[in-house]
């Protein structure tokens, strides 16, 4: 263990807990990174059965969960924390599916004799041992499970006190599969205290977390970003943006407008804001008005409210947008708008305002479009295309675990191939320098 | 920009100052992402030019910065400190070399078609905007300038106040460079106010700064790493380990174990502890005694000083070892001593004490190396061979701005490809998710 940077004194149960639990982890990732494919494909099928046998008892614990949750909570957030038994069997199938992927680890990603005539390889290994901090989704528990453990990680989950005894009883099920076949269950860890000092100390568990991967609300993921010593991925806000250019075809940027605002207004790969060039502006944002209103309403689905910049007020009717709506996620069905007079403003309007997740131009022009998804410097970059494709699934990876929105290890969707790190095998005979 | 996580109210003039740099550096970072390599060699060639030209200028300033530093530092922090033209010309050569490396940045990662019918490409991008923090050694500020700007970074220089002038008079060459040329000198920037708060707001310039990488001493990782809200680098501390097997080639160990303790002990990458399989102990430490102490005395070389573990005493004088001596990077003639039982015992040993930086085995049985080799979680891990070989152009980089000693982003040494980060580049005819 790392000692150079000792934890605060811990005065507390609860943290003496944790800390027992994090060395077991440490112990756990030591033996999981050196299992074959093989034995983790085996677990994770018991984990998938484990899960289906204890319908039952994570139906029980889920119902106590939600009745504490009436009237406290959002009723979105009751049915995000709402289990049934195809949700729990469709966990299970989720973990089947990541048994089938692709083993992550052992990869020799270059193998070379140096110039000493050292003989080296650079491969890939588990990232140790991973916490991830998360809100009321109770499927994210065995997701992230299966995917750690693919990965060789052991993990330490850290969900919402909402959720905690709906995923106390996943991570039962799962680790109770991993005991029935003789393995260790601290592969597998969920602490006793879901309090947010629980979190705390997991942010600060340097040399005993090697990374932390927060999923959830712009909240939660700043929490752990500004309080964390322990290597962090930020994931997850959205801010994107669709540019339609000039040279557009209208219907096909109305479509992809439609599909990128409305499809799933609440996840981070919605479409919040939406640039236009000033001289489609008055062929386009008559039309798109229609659309996202009227033509909605008729057929029985959401509206979108315009909140309207004043350049773009002559064409479109809406609340006059303020400055800070630019900068604002909205995750519902809201979109700012605003004219750009060219590709290079709409370029400088995202540098300016973008989360760096994903963002789009629409153009029949080849070179506006080189331009643009050159320039603009975030995770995902489409042309003619709705934002919404920024997903692990969408991209091949089978599963994700976050969409990173910064740049370091790891951008946009993280699936198991995000979750290890390589070290340099170097063989000699003998060489000195 | 991204403003969801604001910086704290500033009060001072000095912030003031920086914020406005850290401006100017992201307009310049998007600038130089956007330049062929060509573009960037000719860059490069010209500030090596401009550097040994502001020889004289250099030297000046370096004379300030010596003369304000004796009696207050130590003697060999007044070496690292000092420059003559050899040291400067062999910077300027360093450039040259940064230009003749391949380019990291445009790399074509993956290409396929998803499912959905996009065509999706994965291209390497520059980070951003890299702030470096540093302590005296002038010649980190014209390697560190180099390779972001190959790799297409703006850098942010923050050297230790000791070395302010030196730096200072290297950064004027390298803009001044720049700007003859007609291009942006804040491609390189260094804050004017060489304090520790100019070191703190660079931590916590969330959204501004996209990687900071200290460089120097433990003290000065532990405070980045504790106080950085933005994504951070862990870089250098090394506690590395020789293991002796039972079944080693004693002449074999002998020479590196005096290598790896003794050719650079300064430095991250040379050995602090030496475990001896116990069967082999007694043959081979008394030979280490002779060798390590009095050769090296009729040499007229350093001898080593040994902090022996009590199950090791029979076999070699020395002081008794403290458990803290097996924690601490002791950068200089000594050498933790201990016996382990087996193979298992030092993976142990390793597992809880080591850095995770080089640590290495000496064996003539293949299955031992295999083991030792799979089970340590180092970033090198070496049979055979001195652990002094984990550097950026042994490693057949060319170069290195660090050696990574965490998980996340890069691992090991540090040279142009961990100085960039990737994009998914989508391109689609109207596709709706």
Same mark, same amino acid.
Request: include cysteine; aromatic fraction near 4%.
């Given at each position: 263990?790392? *000692?150079?940077?000792?934890?605060?004194?811990? /005065?507390?149960?609860?943290?003496?807990?944790?800390?027992?639990?994090?060395?077991?982890?440490?112990?756990?990732?030591?033996?999981?990174?050196?299992?074959? #494919?093989? $034995? %983790?494909?085996?677990?994770?099928?018991?984990?998938?059965?484990?899960? $289906?046998?204890?319908?039952?008892?994570? @139906?029980?614990?889920?119902? *106590?969960?939600?009745?504490?949750?009436?009237?406290?909570?959002?009723?979105?957030?009751?049915?995000?924390?709402?289990?049934? %038994?195809?949700?729990?069997?469709?966990?299970?199938?989720?973990?089947?599916?990541?048994?089938?992927?692709?083993?992550?680890?052992? %990869?020799?990603?270059?193998?070379?004799?140096? #110039?000493?005539?050292?003989?080296?390889?650079?491969?890939?290994?588990?990232?140790?041992?991973?916490?991830?901090?998360?809100?009321?989704?109770?499927?994210? /528990?065995?997701?992230?499970?299966?995917?750690? @453990?693919?990965?060789?990680?052991?993990?330490? @989950?850290?969900?919402?006190?909402?959720?905690?005894?709906?995923?106390?009883?996943?991570?039962?099920?799962?680790?109770?599969? @991993?005991? *029935?076949?003789?393995?260790?269950?601290?592969?597998?860890?969920?602490?006793?205290?879901?309090?947010?000092?629980?979190?705390?100390?997991?942010?600060?568990? #340097?040399?005993?977390?090697?990374?932390?991967?927060? +999923?959830?609300?712009?909240?939660?993921?700043?929490?752990?970003?500004?309080?964390?010593?322990?290597?962090?991925?930020? =994931?997850? =806000?959205?801010?994107?943006?669709?540019?339609?250019?000039?040279?557009?075809?209208?219907?096909?940027?109305?479509?992809?407008?439609?599909?990128?605002?409305?499809?799933?207004?609440?996840?981070?790969?919605?479409?919040?804001?939406?640039?236009?060039? $000033?001289?489609?502006?008055?062929?386009?944002?008559?039309?798109?008005? *229609? +659309?996202?209103?009227?033509?909605?309403?008729?057929?029985?689905?959401?509206?979108?409210?315009?909140?309207?910049?004043?350049?773009?007020?002559?064409?479109?009717?809406? $609340?006059?947008?303020?400055?800070?709506?630019?900068? =604002?996620?909205?995750?519902?069905?809201?979109?700012?708008? !605003?004219?750009?007079?060219?590709?290079?403003?709409?370029?400088?309007?995202?540098?300016?305002? #973008?989360?760096?997740?994903?963002?789009?131009?629409?153009?029949?022009?080849?070179?506006?479009?080189?331009?643009?998804?050159?320039?603009?410097?975030?995770?995902?970059?489409?042309?003619?295309?709705?934002?919404?494709?920024?997903?692990?699934?969408?991209?091949?990876?089978?599963?994700?675990?976050?969409?990173?929105?910064? %740049?370091?290890?790891?951008?946009?969707?993280?699936?198991?191939?995000?979750?290890?790190?390589? !070290?340099?095998?170097?063989?000699?005979?003998?060489?000195?320098?």
């Amino acid at each position: 263990m790392d *000692k150079r940077f000792p934890t605060p004194p811990q /005065t507390e149960q609860s943290l003496t807990d944790l800390d027992l639990l994090l060395q077991r982890a440490r112990v756990a990732a030591r033996e999981l990174a050196l299992k074959t #494919s093989e $034995e %983790k494909n085996r677990m994770l099928l018991e984990m998938a059965t484990a899960l $289906e046998d204890a319908c039952e008892e994570i @139906l029980a614990a889920n119902k *106590k969960d939600v009745a504490a949750a009436k009237g406290v909570v959002a009723d979105a957030m009751i049915d995000r924390l709402l289990l049934n %038994k195809e949700r729990i069997f469709a966990m299970a199938k989720g973990i089947k599916e990541v048994a089938l992927l692709p083993d992550p680890v052992g %990869k020799i990603l270059q193998e070379n004799t140096l #110039s000493s005539g050292l003989f080296m390889q650079k491969i890939t290994v588990p990232l140790g041992v991973v916490a991830i901090i998360y809100e009321s989704r109770p499927n994210v /528990t065995s997701d992230a499970a299966a995917l750690a @453990l693919k990965s060789g990680n052991a993990c330490v @989950l850290k969900g919402g006190k909402e959720a905690y005894a709906s995923a106390m009883a996943i991570v039962s099920a799962l680790r109770g599969a @991993l005991e *029935k076949m003789g393995e260790n269950p601290d592969y597998i860890n969920m602490p006793k205290d879901a309090s947010r000092q629980t979190a705390t100390a997991l942010m600060t568990a #340097s040399g005993r977390v090697d990374v932390l991967i927060p +999923r959830g609300g712009a909240g939660l993921i700043r929490s752990c970003v500004q309080n964390a010593t322990v290597p962090c991925i930020e =994931t997850g =806000t959205g801010i994107c943006h669709v540019y339609v250019d000039d040279e557009a075809d209208i219907d096909l940027a109305l479509s992809v407008i439609e599909n990128a605002k409305t499809s799933r207004p609440s996840v981070c790969n919605a479409e919040e804001v939406l640039l236009v060039g $000033e001289k489609i502006a008055p062929a386009i944002l008559p039309r798109l008005q *229609k +659309r996202l209103t009227e033509d909605r309403t008729t057929q029985g689905k959401p509206p979108v409210r315009f909140l309207v910049h004043e350049n773009a007020a002559a064409y479109l009717c809406g $609340e006059p947008a303020t400055e800070e709506d630019f900068h =604002t996620e909205f995750l519902d069905y809201i979109l700012a708008v !605003k004219t750009v007079k060219s590709v290079n403003e709409a370029i400088l309007h995202i540098a300016e305002h #973008s989360t760096h997740h994903s963002d789009c131009i629409i153009t029949t022009n080849p070179q506006t479009a080189e331009a643009f998804l050159n320039a603009v410097d975030s995770a995902a970059v489409y042309h003619n295309a709705s934002t919404r494709f920024t997903d692990g699934g969408e991209f091949g990876k089978g599963c994700e675990i976050g969409i990173s929105t910064q %740049k370091l290890h790891a951008r946009g969707p993280m699936g198991l191939e995000e979750l290890v790190s390589y !070290k340099y095998v170097v063989r000699g005979n003998g060489q000195i320098r």
